[in-house]
C-alpha cells in the first residue's frame, strides 16, 4: 500500500507538476523573475508560496526540506539548459529518492 508522502516530498512532487505544466517561456532557470517571468524553480516556488523577496533560496530549500549544499545546486544558474520537463524530472526524483540528479 502506498504511504501519504511527508510535506516536504508533497511540496516537491506538487512543484514538480507545476513546472511541468508551464508554457516553455514562463520557465528559465537563468531568472529569478521577482516581478516577472520567466521564474527559475526557486522563483516559481516561492511566488507560489507568497515570498517575494529575491535571493531567498534557503528559504525556499528550508521550505523543501533540502540541505544548504542541495539548495545551491538545485538552484543553480548552472542549470540553465533545463526545460520545464528536465527540471520536473529532477524533482521529481528528488522527492522519491532524496538525490539530485544532474543533467
Given at each position: ?52 523577496k529575491k535571493d531567498e ?7 523543501l526540506g533540502l540541505d ?34 544532474s543533467y
Amino acid at each position: 500500500m502506498l504511504q501519504t508522502p511527508d510535506v516536504h516530498t508533497k511540496r516537491l512532487l506538487d512543484l514538480a507538476d507545476f513546472i511541468e505544466a508551464l508554457p516553455p517561456e514562463k520557465f528559465s532557470m537563468k531568472s529569478w523573475g521577482q516581478f516577472s517571468e520567466p521564474r527559475c524553480i526557486c522563483g516559481w516556488f516561492l511566488h507560489n508560496e507568497g515570498f517575494f523577496k529575491k535571493d531567498e533560496w534557503q528559504e525556499a530549500g528550508d521550505r523543501l526540506g533540502l540541505d544548504r549544499r542541495v539548495a545551491a545546486d538545485l538552484f543553480s544558474a548552472i542549470n540553465d539548459h533545463w526545460n520545464t520537463h528536465t527540471a520536473a524530472k529532477v524533482l521529481r526524483h528528488l522527492a522519491i529518492t532524496g538525490e539530485l540528479i544532474s543533467y
